[in-house]
């Protein structure tokens, strides 16, 4: 990546961060930019007060959407494991 990013990278780089699920260190790396200066640009960007409220709204709602996805796939591999569970007993 050139030593100077555009604002649109920046943000899109931290969004992905944020919003993904995936590893930060993951994202860097697909970026192309260092672990700490993905670090560095989501610490401003959560200190910039300029951020809309609504983007912000989103993000809170997109990791509870993960995390009730992450807890609805737990359950359905529960419930696998039992059908075959009570199914071999019936035999």
Known sequence: MASNPTPE???EAV???LTSGLPR???AADFGVGFSTLSRWIQQDRRNPEKPAAQSDLEREVAELRKENRL???E???LK???QFFAE???
Do not use: I
Request: proline content about 0%.
């Open 72 to 74: 609805l796939r737990e």
């Open 81 to 83: 494991k039992a059908t």
């Open 25 to 27: 260190k993951q994202v």
């Open 89 to 91: 007993r019936s035999k």
């Open 9 to 11: 990278f920046r943000a």
């Open 76 to 78: 359905r591999e529960v």
């Open 15 to 17: 969004r992905v961060a």
